[in-house]
């Protein structure tokens, strides 16, 4: 460290404590990188990178951006997975001699940028910690520290279950002890997640944040806590105590089920269009669609508060012109959960304040119009509702009805508020008029006409009296300061009040007015859990708006649940599907899963609606399941514990793991967790694999779930043979996707019905794609070939079809079978007590076993 100069030697201190950050180092206007740091940022951002002198031989090489720009380019290294300390002069440059002290105020990392123009603030931005604990589950705690929610759950499985949860909340960053950061590395580095290391101790106090924990699961949150604290150096008041994610009390969708069905992210380029996410999304405030999005990752397991989210819905679609008022209100609503969290935090701006004080005046007439309706679930909405009037009171008194954007600018306080602030806007706005006043009345009082009052830079303010009319002068209240040719200077004590007040007004009015704002500020942090609680209140409220609004607009009807299993849907329909084309077109379709019938094989030709059917079912129990109407004209349903799906070809790169693996591995989680509540949606199983393993495969599972779980289950399949499976399984049956043959053409019917299918329509599909005639006709003879010797193999091999290698062995074991009980026979034989006769009889037996053997 010798060898360089004293700035550069504290900011090699300080870098030495944040080697994993970038370290913005605040030099003036400037943020400066240097060194290493200096030569990446530089390429990242496509900033220059220059160098500077140090007291060594070499120049260092360095890079910076002005202060005031600097958030975008923070903003973009931080995306690109990077953290940023910034590092700024904690001492006024004016007030020291020699370096000032600087220190880092603020770590920016993934998971904590809060803020900045790739921020979607109608999605929750999570960082998580894990905790591995014994018995083979982890411990997940994830915070949005801009809301100051955070959750704590349980999950069971193995390291891709827990990646796949993590993915599926979107979270950019992980907090890990050690250990977990050696184990974990490789596979979160390759989903661009970031893990971070928390060594620190954890905050002794958070028994008020966690109590709600079980004990086994805290530590995940303490050490997210301590993390967060480490990093934001702020006050952290806003983050509310940790939920704890009861698995009983909530339909638990996989990760892979969630990308698998397209609930929020579509599986084609991970965006919110075609999701259902993006059908049901009417909310007008983001507070609002960040809550669609967390009920529809976490749906309702009770029936109770299924059906009270179901029944206000009814009431406010019934209530139309009272749902149009409150939409419109509520769209005057900022986010408050955001403003809350910057106001805990210090972040907040004069126009934040303002913002928050434009919403809180909605309130009431929100609380009214629900209080005065004739609907009893609306009414109790709004009795949850709080008016926030302390805050909204304060808020009205201080802040200005317009305030700028900087704080530093002033305007921020409002006129009347502070009668020392008031002075000193008058001060400087009405400074002139002031004095001209003043000099009015010591002409009036003096009598003197010529009295006029002036200013230098000396002495600032006077009043000057010409040599001739001194003797008038009121030498009482004037003191002499100067003396001129013909003329006489004064000062009065008053004046020189005034003119502090008016010299320094402005400067003084802005120091007050940030002073000022600061304590309001600080003022309404006593208010942050009630503006939260009042968030989570408009939130809930704007979902079940946007629910109204949609099951109104597309003809959705309110399911019915029950205690049973069965679950049955009348003219259900994909809602998603049924959106994006022509509404009339839809074939709607039945599903009636009963306590004797609950397991459904479907077959079918490929495109002929399969999956659409499969997926609009466990759409139809997801959307009831947060509370919403369903796209059908009647539904019966159950109430569902989890969904498991095995659909399409939704490829892992990321994992390395080959489709079939993850076909097996996805089967595998399925069949260990799903309850006789749950439900199963298997499309085509065991097709990545030779045929008659895939449909080995297939049998046995089906077998499996019929006989061992229970679960509500559909199966699709192009093996026609398991067709004959409902003759074993008794609550198994057959339906198919009709398909018709016209005029040699295949037209689809996309109708659900009974029985099984008779054919599958492979090569005009291919046909369908545009592959060239030859290669088709080529097909269709290669086709015939397969299903004659098919035909013959299964003469053969019947009852059951069986692989040459599995003949060969049964074979084997048949023979070794006759052996064993040929010899066993002729242990039995009791030779001295038998006839030649029956000797005779035993020969002929044994002969002929060994016969049909050789036959
Ligand atoms: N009920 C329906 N009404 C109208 N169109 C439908 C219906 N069901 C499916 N479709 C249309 O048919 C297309 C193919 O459906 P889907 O992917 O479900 O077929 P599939 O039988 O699962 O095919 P594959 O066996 O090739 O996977 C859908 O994209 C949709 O446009």
């Not at 049998?699 to 289950?713: D, K, R, S």
Request: negative net charge; glycine residues 6%; aromatic residues 8%.
């Amino acid at each position: 460290m010798t060898g360089h100069t004293p700035m550069i030697q504290q900011y090699l201190q300080v870098k030495a404590e944040h080697e994993d950050a970038f370290l913005f180092f605040r030099l003036g206007d400037f943020y400066e990188l240097f060194f290493k740091d200096a030569v990446e940022a530089s390429q990242i951002l496509e900033i220059t990178l220059t160098s500077r002198d140090s007291a060594g031989p070499d120049r260092i090489p360095m890079c910076g951006v002005p202060y005031h720009s600097a958030a975008g380019y923070i903003e973009t290294l931080v995306r690109q997975g990077h953290k940023v300390a910034i590092c700024e002069q904690t001492e006024d440059p004016k007030a020291v001699k020699g370096i000032v002290k600087r220190e880092v105020v603020k770590i920016i990392t993934p998971g904590t940028m809060m803020e900045g123009k790739t921020v979607d603030a109608n999605t929750n931005h999570f960082i998580g910690s894990i905790d591995q604990l014994d018995g083979g589950f982890y411990a997940l705690a994830y915070l949005d520290l801009a809301t100051g929610e955070g959750k704590v759950e349980r999950v069971e499985g193995d390291e891709r279950t827990l990646i796949a949860e993590i993915e599926a909340l979107g979270m950019k960053e992980v907090v890990v002890d050690e250990r977990l950061h050696l184990a974990l590395s490789d596979s979160m580095a390759k989903r661009g997640i970031m893990l971070s290391i928390e060594y620190g101790e954890s905050e002794a106090d958070t028994e008020n944040l966690f109590g709600a924990i079980p004990s086994t699961l805290k530590d995940a949150g303490t050490m997210l806590f301590s993390y967060v604290k480490r990093t934001q150096k702020t006050a952290l008041d806003h983050i509310r105590p940790f939920e704890f994610i009861q698995k009983q009390t909530k339909l638990s969708i996989d990760a892979n089920s969630m990308r698998n069905l397209e609930l929020v992210q579509s599986i084609r380029n991970g965006t919110k269009e075609g999701t259902l996410y993006w059908l049901l999304d009417e909310t007008v405030t983001a507070m609002g669609a960040r809550k669609l999005k967390m009920w529809i990752h976490q749906p309702l397991a009770d029936k109770r508060m299924i059906e009270n989210r179901l029944d206000t819905v009814t009431e406010l679609i019934e209530a139309y012109f009272l749902r149009d008022e409150l939409q419109t209100s509520l769209k005057e609503v900022y986010d408050l959960e955001r403003l809350a969290g910057r106001i805990s935090m210090g972040s907040a701006s004069g126009r934040d304040l303002a913002q928050l004080r434009n919403s809180l005046r909605r309130i009431p007439a929100i609380q009214k119009a629900l209080h005065e309706s004739d609907w009893p679930l609306l009414r109790e909405f709004s009795s949850r509702i709080d008016t926030c009037d302390e805050a909204l009171g304060m808020l009205e008194a201080a802040i200005a009805e317009n305030p700028p954007l900087s704080v530093k600018e002033g305007g921020v306080i409002k006129d009347g508020y502070d009668e020392k602030l008031d002075q000193y806007r008058d001060a400087s706005q009405n400074g002139k008029a002031w004095l001209a006043e003043l000099e009015r009345e010591e002409r009036e009082r003096t009598g003197i006409k010529t009295l006029k009052i002036g200013y230098n830079r000396v002495f600032g303010y006077f009043i000057e009296i010409t040599k001739s009319n001194i003797h008038l002068a009121d030498l009482e209240r004037y003191e002499r300061k100067q003396t001129l040719a013909n003329a006489e200077r004064y000062i009065t004590p008053e004046l020189k009040e005034k003119e502090d007040l008016i010299l320094n007004a402005e400067a003084q009015g802005l120091e007050l007015e940030y002073v000022l704002f600061t304590t309001v500020r600080d003022a309404m942090k006593t208010y942050i859990r009630q503006i939260q609680q009042l968030a989570s209140v408009l939130s809930e409220l704007d979902v079940l708006l946007s629910f109204s609004t949609v099951s109104e607009k597309r003809n959705y009807v309110k399911p019915v649940f029950h205690d049973g299993k069965a679950l049955e849907i009348k003219n259900g329909r994909h809602p998603v599907v049924e959106k994006m084309m022509d509404h009339s077109l839809y074939v709607p379709n039945n599903c009636k899963l009963t306590e004797e019938a609950n397991m459904l094989l479907i077959t079918g030709p490929n495109m002929s609606g399969k999956s659409t059917f499969m997926r609009q079912v466990a759409l139809t129990v997801v959307m009831a399941q947060i509370g919403c109407y369903v796209p059908c004209d009647q539904a019966l349903l159950p109430v569902t514990d989890q969904i498991f799906t095995r659909i399409g070809a939704a490829d892992d790169l990321a994992s390395g793991q080959s489709t079939f693996m993850m076909e097996m591995m996805e089967s595998q989680h399925a069949i260990a967790n799903a309850t006789e509540h749950s439900l199963l949606l298997f499309d085509e199983i065991g097709r990545g694999t030779s045929t008659y393993d895939g449909m080995a495969l297939a049998q046995a599972m089906m077998e499996h779930i019929h006989n061992e779980i229970g679960a509500n289950t559909l199966f699709s399949t192009h093996y026609h043979e398991l067709t004959n499976l409902d003759e074993e399984l008794s609550r198994l049956e057959n339906v198919h996707v009709a398909a018709m043959e016209q005029d040699g053409k295949v037209v689809f019917l996309h109708k659900v019905m009974a029985g099984a299918a008779d054919k599958s329509y492979g090569i005009y599909v291919a046909d369908l794609a545009g592959l060239p005639a030859p290669l088709l006709d080529r097909a269709k003879s290669l086709l015939m070939t397969f299903e004659s010797k098919e035909k013959m193999m299964v003469r053969e091999a019947e009852p059951q079809q069986l692989t040459f290698f599995d003949l060969q062995q049964e074979e084997q074991e048949v023979h070794s079978k006759e052996e064993q009980e040929i010899l066993s026979g002729l242990s039995d034989v009791d030779v001295l007590n038998m006839t030649p006769m029956q000797a005779l009889q035993y020969i002929h037996e044994w002969k002929e076993k060994l016969q049909s053997r050789k036959g």
